[in-house]
């Protein structure tokens, strides 16, 4: 009794076609999500500085009205205080404009 085998690999060029295009496709796909993922990144960090201006801005103003409450009644304290917030102002608008000329 004698046995053969004989194997045939029949390349099927349609299914090859499918796999390049699926390959494509997922290629593209995670492409996407790295890109989106970078952008989510970016975005919870921005979140997290608006939290931290926020939450600046808030102590500041909390911290604003304790000292006016604690000098309502005496004249010269009062323009002391505005006399510094007037100096902060100046330097935080100087500050400013410099960081948007440099972000141009």
Same mark, same amino acid.
């Given at each position: 009794m004698k046995i053969e085998v004989h194997h045939?690999? !029949?390349e099927d060029r349609e299914a090859v076609q499918w796999l390049r295009a699926i390959f494509a496709r997922?290629? @593209?796909l995670s492409d996407e999500v @790295?890109?989106?993922s970078a952008e989510l990144d970016a975005l919870k960090a921005e979140v997290a500085n608006a939290q931290t201006v926020e939450q600046s801005a808030i102590a500041l103003i909390q911290g604003l009205a304790a000292k006016i409450e604690a000098n309502k009644t005496?004249? &010269?304290a009062l323009q002391e205080l505005a006399d510094n917030l007037k100096a902060s102002d100046d330097a935080l608008a !100087? !500050? &400013?404009q !410099?960081?948007?000329a440099a972000a141009q």
């Open positions: 045939y690999r !029949a997922l290629t @593209k @790295k890109r989106m005496d004249p &010269v !100087a !500050a &400013v !410099a960081n948007s």
